[in-house]
Structures are given as structure tokens and as C-alpha cells.
């Protein structure tokens, strides 16, 4: 069987370390005459001694961002003058400066990284067996089909009452550049194939001319959230494979490496099977005036392999 892929148009945070010179501490000493005179005579009292000593200034140390040391305070009062009269109390000391504040350097906030891509960390559970669906005996890990077409186009209907999945399409004259139909089958849950190559299927039946048909296994990457995907782009749509439709019931191989094209993030561009959640066919009508696709197509027998 000859296989052809095309591309799918489906929805579903240094420190900088300054040196601060220290300023030495100053001491100054000032003399003051006190007189008093007692019977004539005049006893002068020896001038009491003002201490002043300036603290010395804290280091200030930048990067770390501690505040500078405290400077010392001054002496206390100078002592009083000798014999008679106490000479005049010295002053009290000057209060030392304090040192100043060491500069805080506070590093640059880092860039925001960009968002990553989603990435799934665990694959979905396994079938129970390769077997995806016969349309009759019961047996099947789908649920019942969907369906859809372009804007303007009449989407297919289905049957399974012959135990096959039977697809009549008439969509009409497509109005837009890439016209689609398509029916579906999804998963009871989300279904890790990693273990498997790709998809079989039986499948059967005729299309107008101009009318092409593709298959696509769907995985969360190429689905939105409102699809239960992880894709976050604004045109998430599945890969695919193209192949020639059979007039007569014959089964057709699709392998998971045979899709390509379809809208998903970049880092996941291509078809992820340990996370799938559909499968789907999709028919591509004509173009023109009399274009648009009519036909019948019947599917069964749909397996992993």
C-alpha cells in the first residue's frame, strides 16, 4: 500500500568590597584658671583637664551589608583642679561619631527563565491487548466515534450497526483553502502505545474525485487542554499519513514514524504514542465550484501492531 504524508489542519538573582579608611580617635586638652582669693592672698587652682576624644569612625565594609561599628563615646567630665577651690569642672566629652553604615550591595534580580515546554513524565497506563476495536463483539478501548468538518462543510455521519464503522460524507462546495472532514475514535483514557509500531485497519470503500483520506493518531502534545492535551499554542492540530483508499475491504498500516506535519509546541512536534488519546480519519475535499466529497467509507478491525 502506498503511503503518503501531508500535514493536518485539525482542531481538536557580587559582593563589591569598598575599603573604608579608619579615622583615628583625637584628643584635646584644655586648661581653665579659677582664682580665689582668701586674706589677701590668691591660690590658684590647677585647671581641671577636659578630655575630648572623638570615637573613632566604624569601618564600613560594603557587600556584606553590615552596618558600620558604633563609634566610642567621649571620656567622662575632666577632674577637678588641686588644693582650695576645685578648679571648674571640666566638660563632659564629646560623644564620638558613629561609623558609618557599611553599604548593602544587593545583587541584580536574574532574568525570568522562559516557560518549558510540557513534558510528560510518566507514560499512560498500556491496552490490556493489541486489539482496539471490531465495532461488534464488545471488545474495544474506545468510545463512540466523533465527528467534524471545515466552516460551511457537513460533517460526516456514522453507523455501526453492521458491525463496521460505515462513514457516509456529502460536505458540500468548500468555501476555505484547506477544507477537512473527519471522524474519530477516542480512548477510554489516555493510552500508552510506546510498545507498539503504529495502527491496522480494515478499511474499505469510494470517495469523489479530488477527495483525499489520511489517518492520524492523536497524543496530548498535538490536542488542547479542552481536548485533554498539553498543547499551548494557538494551532494545535494532529500529524497524519495519507494513503490511497482501497474499493475493496483491505487492511491498511499506518506506523507511528509514517505521520508528519501537525501543530503542537515545538519541543513536541513529533507523535508521542505512550501518551495517545484518539485515533482519527480525515478526508480532504476538492476545491472549486464542483468540488466538495461524497462517498462511503467502511472501517473495522482496528489494532495495534
Not at 592672698?41 to 556584606?64: E, F, Y
Request: hydrophobic letters at 40%; aromatic letters at 6%; a negative charge.
Amino acid at each position: 500500500m502506498t503511503m503518503q504524508t501531508i500535514g493536518a489542519r485539525v482542531f481538536s538573582g557580587r559582593f563589591a568590597l569598598v575599603g573604608a579608611s579608619l579615622l583615628a580617635a583625637s584628643v584635646l586638652t584644655i586648661g581653665c584658671t579659677n582664682v580665689e582669693k582668701d586674706g589677701g592672698g590668691s591660690t590658684t587652682g590647677t585647671a581641671g583637664t577636659i578630655n575630648v576624644q572623638i570615637g573613632a569612625a566604624g569601618s564600613a565594609t560594603a557587600g556584606a551589608g553590615d552596618a558600620g561599628s558604633s563609634g566610642s563615646a567621649g571620656v567622662s567630665p575632666g577632674s577637678a583642679g588641686s588644693s582650695d577651690s576645685a578648679g571648674a569642672a571640666g566638660g563632659a566629652g564629646t560623644t564620638g561619631v558613629a561609623g558609618a553604615a557599611g553599604a548593602t550591595d544587593i545583587g541584580a534580580a536574574g532574568t525570568t527563565g522562559a516557560a518549558g515546554a510540557v513534558v510528560m513524565s510518566q507514560p499512560c497506563a498500556a491496552p490490556g491487548a493489541p486489539l482496539i476495536t471490531d465495532f461488534g463483539t464488545g471488545k474495544t478501548s474506545v468510545g463512540a466515534a466523533y465527528k467534524g468538518a471545515d466552516t460551511g462543510l457537513a460533517a460526516p455521519m456514522t453507523s455501526t450497526a453492521t458491525g463496521a464503522l460505515v462513514i457516509n460524507l456529502d460536505t458540500g462546495v468548500p468555501t476555505t483553502p484547506y477544507p477537512y472532514a473527519y471522524v474519530g475514535l477516542p480512548f477510554a483514557a489516555c493510552t500508552g502505545a510506546g510498545a507498539y509500531t503504529g495502527v491496522k485497519f480494515n478499511i474499505g470503500g469510494t470517495l469523489s474525485e479530488g477527495c483525499t483520506i489520511q489517518f492520524s493518531a492523536v497524543d496530548q502534545a498535538h490536542s488542547t487542554a479542552a481536548n485533554h492535551g498539553t498543547c499551548t499554542i494557538a494551532n494545535c492540530y494532529p500529524s497524519s499519513a495519507r494513503f490511497d483508499l482501497p474499493a475493496t475491504p483491505t487492511d491498511v498500516t499506518v506506523l507511528f514514524t509514517d505521520q508528519t506535519g501537525g501543530g503542537a509546541d515545538p519541543s513536541a512536534a513529533a507523535l508521542d504514542p505512550a501518551h495517545l488519546l484518539n485515533i482519527q480519519w480525515q478526508v480532504n475535499p476538492a476545491t472549486g465550484t464542483t468540488g466538495g466529497c461524497k462517498g462511503t467509507v467502511t472501517i473495522d478491525n482496528v489494532t495495534f501492531l
